[in-house]
């Protein structure tokens, strides 16, 4: 038996996702991901049909809340603020070679 769970909008208005559930008795079941397309003079046609093994809804389920997180952090993404910038040491401002730092003299009783 086949019944209709619920329809999706598509990427477009002359698209839909029908999601179906289809079960027979003593069977767990699948559930059907079908891509409609709308066609003049035809009406809402079935493109494209996805079978899953209703077994794996949990697993759909822990899936799609995965891709829905990943999503949310990317939306929520600030842009960079502009930050400081540290210009790179030019060759006068580096010690030359063979040049040691000499210790500054300590003074007495420090």
């Known amino acids: 038996m086949e019944q209709v769970i ?21 069977e767990a079941g699948h559930l059907h991901l079908r891509l409609l397309s709308w066609g003049e003079g035809i009406g809402w046609y079935p493109q494209k049909t996805i079978e899953l093994d209703c077994r794996n809804l949990a697993s759909l389920q822990t899936l799609c809340k995965k891709a829905e997180i990943h999503l949310e952090t990317i939306r929520n993404k600030t842009p960079r603020s502009s930050g400081k910038i540290i210009p790179f040491p ?7 070679p063979g040049l ?5 003299a300590q003074r007495a009783g420090s």
């Open 6 to 26: 619920g329809v999706l909008d598509g990427k477009n208005e002359s698209e839909k996702v029908e999601v179906l559930l289809n079960s027979e008795k003593g």
């Open 90 to 96: 030019t060759k006068h401002l580096m010690p030359r």
């Open 100 to 104: 040691q730092h000499k210790p500054t």
